[in-house]
């Protein structure tokens, strides 16, 4: 890996600058982002994008052992760790392990109460269909629905009570008040 960087860089000073520094702090590093990380190989993408960066500004270093070059070093990984795992954290992806633990019956039984919800909804009158389809599936407003079936927005509000009151007596009947 070391060969890669070494090819970025330009004089032979700042090339056996890098090398020292890489072979002195290199296990530091991979230490203070595997703490942060928890993950060896987020920890080396840590360290890469360090070493990038110190790279950039190997001209500011000096002095490779001394103590302001290894703060500087562990200041620059330890922000590229909590970069990473902010970013990891925000960016939350999901192994197929995981889903696979994840899917239960559960997932399934809240399926069949969606398909059973819009099966009930369908068999109530054309009135109550049309604003619940238009409310809840179209996601228009009450005044958005009231010009579109050309009626009042007070007329909306009550067919939408009527048709949720209707829809539960119906799941009641059927013995399904739990599908709301």
């Not at 990984?77 to 239960?104: H, M």
């Not at 049309?130 to 009450?142: G, I, P």
């Not at 009042?152 to 009947?173: D, G, N, P």
């Amino acid at each position: 890996m070391i060969a890669i960087y070494l090819a970025v860089i330009h004089t032979e000073q700042d090339k056996n600058k890098f090398e020292i520094l890489y072979t002195t702090y290199r296990k530091l590093m991979f230490y203070i982002a595997n703490q942060i990380l928890k993950d060896e190989y987020l920890a080396e993408d840590a360290i890469h994008q360090a070493f990038l960066k110190i790279i950039e500004n190997l001209d500011k270093i000096e002095n490779v052992h001394c103590h302001k070059t290894k703060s500087y070093i562990v200041i620059m990984v330890r922000n590229n760790a909590i970069n990473l795992y902010n970013r990891r954290k925000r960016d939350t992806t999901v192994s197929l392990e995981q889903i696979e633990f994840c899917i239960s019956d559960e997932t399934f039984s809240w399926s069949e109460d969606l398909d059973y919800l819009a099966n009930a909804v369908m068999r109530l009158p054309v009135l109550y269909k049309e604003v619940l389809t238009l409310k809840y599936v179209q996601e228009l407003s009450n005044a958005e629905i009231a010009q579109t079936l050309d009626i009042s927005a007070a007329t909306v509000r009550k067919r939408l009570e009527r048709a949720r009151h209707k829809l539960e007596e119906t799941l009641i009947k059927e013995g399904n008040p739990d599908v709301l």
